[in-house]
């Protein structure tokens, strides 16, 4: 009787040991990945400021990164193409941790811009952001220069831009 209790002993040690150690690593690669648990939220206040300065697009920059917002008043079109304007001196752009709702492509027509094309879907939660970007550098030196819709219907419109940050001048 002994030996059972002591081998069943050994046993619950040894799953504990391995189970502590699935945590472990769980938790490591949480804190050594953080952007997977990324996301951003509007505010109430952030809603509003959109719907009263009739935006189409609004984003806001920190935590080194880019958020882009889509209106809750804009019909979700076919895809935007989205061009972020930054100096390329104080800023470096991550287009491969980007993250997004929906699809997307980027390309980089010039040393100081990059173009992402999102293709947000017709589920896209309108509270999230679309597009969220990091990059590191100066927070003043980035922002959201062009945003251009692809209707449904084959048109183009050039969607309004909002920015969201406290720090800019061009929000107000």
């Given at each position: 009787?002994?030996?059972?209790?002591?081998?069943?002993?050994?046993?619950?040690?040894?799953?504990?040991?391995?189970?502590?150690?699935?945590?472990?690593?769980?938790?490591?690669?949480?804190?050594?990945?953080?952007?997977?648990?990324?996301a951003?939220?509007?505010?109430?206040?952030?809603?509003?400021?959109?719907?009263?300065?009739?935006?189409?697009?609004?984003?806001?920059?920190?935590?080194?990164?880019?958020?882009?917002?889509?209106?809750?008043?804009?019909?979700?079109?076919?895809?935007?193409?989205?061009?972020?304007?930054?100096?390329?001196?104080?800023?470096?752009?991550?287009?491969?941790?980007?993250?997004?709702?929906?699809?997307?492509?980027?390309?980089?027509?010039?040393?100081?811009?990059?173009?992402?094309?999102?293709?947000?879907?017709?589920?896209?939660?309108?509270?999230?952001?679309?597009?969220?970007?990091?990059?590191?550098?100066?927070?003043?030196?980035?922002?959201?220069?062009?945003?251009?819709?692809?209707?449904n219907?084959?048109?183009?419109?050039?969607?309004?831009i909002?920015?969201?940050?406290?720090?800019?001048?061009h929000?107000?």
């Amino acid at each position: 009787m002994d030996k059972k209790i002591f081998f069943w002993s050994i046993k619950q040690n040894i799953a504990i040991i391995i189970g502590a150690a699935c945590i472990a690593l769980g938790i490591f690669f949480i804190v050594k990945n953080p952007n997977m648990l990324m996301a951003s939220v509007l505010s109430l206040q952030e809603k509003t400021f959109i719907a009263a300065k009739w935006r189409d697009i609004a984003y806001k920059t920190n935590s080194w990164y880019v958020d882009v917002f889509m209106s809750v008043n804009l019909e979700t079109p076919k895809n935007i193409d989205l061009t972020i304007s930054f100096n390329k001196d104080t800023v470096t752009i991550d287009t491969k941790n980007l993250s997004w709702q929906g699809t997307r492509t980027v390309k980089n027509p010039d040393e100081n811009s990059v173009v992402i094309q999102s293709m947000p879907g017709q589920t896209v939660d309108k509270s999230q952001s679309i597009i969220l970007l990091p990059f590191t550098g100066e927070i003043k030196d980035i922002l959201l220069s062009e945003a251009v819709a692809n209707l449904n219907d084959g048109s183009q419109k050039n969607l309004s831009i909002g920015s969201l940050n406290t720090i800019t001048t061009h929000s107000k």
